[in-house]
């Protein structure tokens, strides 16, 4: 596509359910990234890939979150049994090449968590 | 510990002013980005800087790059409502090779500019 993608756009779910979140990068991008933005803590990194490994973990909150990425393309976040501070938008990124420093954002997902 | 300190947090203009937004750190960057972002939307990358010392301009806005590559301004001449916006500076700390991790951000600059 022409650019990163993410789904849903929005989704609320209750306290200890489980959330699903996708990513799409742009074709070809060998890297991607999730971050988080919330109010508080400003853009936060969670984890990145590079094909499908991801050599830096070291963002992710709790091992309630988890994420992979499959055929080094589509990506997806996990949060098992929510919480209300999961509360954010979750935004992708990707990236084309190792020696490219530029990376270009999706428009996020939109999680609230009641 | 926030890393990339950004400033001012909030700036409310008139149209046609100047301004500067600055993004300082004490880590060095091997390259730092500047992003605009609209409510609802995610941050569209502006201007990425590699170099000590680089000025790189995108019509009315000038973005400079400290010499040892520990800070950045972003300059707006003659703002026009259209800027008004959340902007975000980034960067990449130390990553070596020709490989970039993750991005660390500034808290951001909300700016408002008034007709």
């Known amino acids: 596509g022409a650019g990163v993608s993410q789904s849903p756009s929005n989704k609320v779910t209750e306290k200890g359910k489980d959330v699903e979140l996708r990513c799409d990068p742009i074709?070809?991008?060998?890297?991607l990234y999730w971050y988080r933005q919330s109010l508080g803590q400003g853009l936060e990194f969670l984890i990145y890939?590079?094909?499908?490994?991801?050599?830096?973990k070291s963002g992710l909150p709790s091992d309630r979150f988890s994420a992979e990425r499959t055929g080094g393309s589509v990506s997806t976040l996990t949060i098992q049994r929510t919480q209300q501070e999961d509360s954010a938008v979750y935004l992708c990124?990707?990236?084309?090449?190792?020696?490219?420093?530029?990376?270009?954002f999706g428009p996020g997902t939109r999680l609230t968590v009641l | 510990t926030q890393l990339l300190e950004q400033s001012p947090q909030f700036l409310s203009i008139q149209e046609g002013e100047n301004l500067t937004v600055y993004c300082n750190s004490s880590?060095?960057?091997?390259?730092l980005q500047w992003y605009r972002q609209e409510p609802g939307e995610g941050p569209v990358l502006l201007v990425t800087?590699?170099?000590?010392?680089e000025v790189k301009k995108l019509k009315r806005l000038t973005f400079q790059f400290g010499d040892a590559r520990k800070d950045s301004s972003l300059h707006i001449t003659a703002a026009q409502t259209g800027d008004t916006g959340l902007y975000l500076c980034?960067?990449?700390?130390?990553?070596?090779?020709?490989?970039?991790?993750?991005?660390?951000f500034g808290q951001g600059t909300i700016l408002t500019v008034h007709p």
């Open positions: 990124a990707s990236r084309r090449l190792a020696g490219d420093p530029k990376q270009f």
């Open positions: 074709s070809g991008h060998t890297a």
């Open positions: 890939f590079q094909g499908n490994s991801a050599p830096d």
């Open positions: 880590s060095v960057f091997s390259s």
């Open positions: 800087v590699v170099t000590g010392g």
């Open positions: 980034a960067g990449n700390i130390n990553a070596g090779g020709t490989s970039y991790g993750k991005l660390t």
